[in-house]
């Protein structure tokens, strides 16, 4: 089994998506997490992405004029 490094905790604003129903899963599971370079989030179970997290939501919001705070 593959170790992992320790991660502290970490708080960031930005958009939560919950893409499937978490009630379906239950019991053995593969998991998966992946962080990309600039924050944004993704956690799978068996290969399919069921949370993303993007903190640049105030960025894109913005650009399309949706975010004007």
């Not at 905790?9 to 962080?35: F, N, P």
């Not at 993303?52 to 705070?69: H, M, Q, S, W």
């Amino acid at each position: 089994m593959r170790k992992w490094k320790e991660q502290d905790e970490v708080h960031m604003k930005g958009l939560l998506s919950i893409e499937k129903d978490l009630k379906r899963w239950g019991g053995y599971a593969d998991l998966g997490i992946q962080i990309a370079h600039d924050g944004r989030v993704w956690i799978c179970i068996d290969g399919e992405a069921v949370i993303r997290f993007n903190p640049k939501v105030k960025e894109l919001f913005t650009k399309k004029g949706i975010y004007d705070a």
